[in-house]
């Protein structure tokens, strides 16, 4: 009978721990660690400054196209003007003429007001005339109250000057005059 330790091949011992392997990639050093992490600090540093940089250029065009557009915004309304401006001219020029006819003069004024009116219309402007509706405090403002036996009570009797609003935002209230009713005896 053969022995047990006689099968062992390399006089290698059964309870013997195995030899460590060379490890592929070796821990790094404090040093590798330091500079990688330089690298990468830098790196991050670089982006930064670049959004920065960006930012900074971006608020800059922003603030000189929102100066431009302020410059300029009101450009397109003044071309539809210029036609106005133009027909007003030509109206002061007929009535310096000699023996102006006054009726032509009244109908070339009311064509150019109401060019001018459509020319602002176009911009969003829109006339507060409430002759004949219910007072309403929010487009309205009342100089006073007159008695009405035709009006009920708090109708608009008289547009004393027409209020105006802006892409429905209120530039000016109309100022009325308003019924207070029948008169009282």
């Not at 027909?87 to 032509?104: C, Y």
């Not at 429905?168 to 207070?180: D, F, M």
Request: no cysteine.
């Amino acid at each position: 009978m053969t022995s047990p330790e006689s099968t062992t091949t390399d006089n290698v011992t059964p309870d013997a721990p195995p030899a460590p392997a060379a490890p592929e990639n070796p821990a790094p050093t404090l040093e590798e660690q330091l500079a990688a992490a330089k690298a990468e600090a830098a790196a991050h540093y670089d982006r930064f400054m670049r959004a920065a940089a960006d930012h900074e250029n971006f608020r800059k065009r922003v603030a000189r196209e929102k100066d431009e557009l302020r410059q300029f915004a009101g450009a397109r309304v003044l071309e539809d003007l210029l036609p106005v401006l133009d027909n007003l001219g030509l109206g002061l020029a007929a009535a310096r003429q000699p023996k102006a006819d006054l009726a032509a003069l009244t109908g070339g004024v009311e064509l150019v007001l109401t060019q001018l009116k459509a020319a602002l219309a176009n911009h969003g402007l829109k006339e507060i005339n409430p002759a004949g509706q219910p007072f309403d405090a929010h487009q309205h403002e009342a100089l006073s109250q007159q008695p009405s036996a035709e009006a009920p009570e708090g109708t608009v009797l008289t547009v004393i000057r027409t209020g105006y609003a802006l892409n429905g935002r209120l530039l000016r209230p109309a100022s009325v005059v308003v019924s207070s009713g029948p008169a009282k005896a």
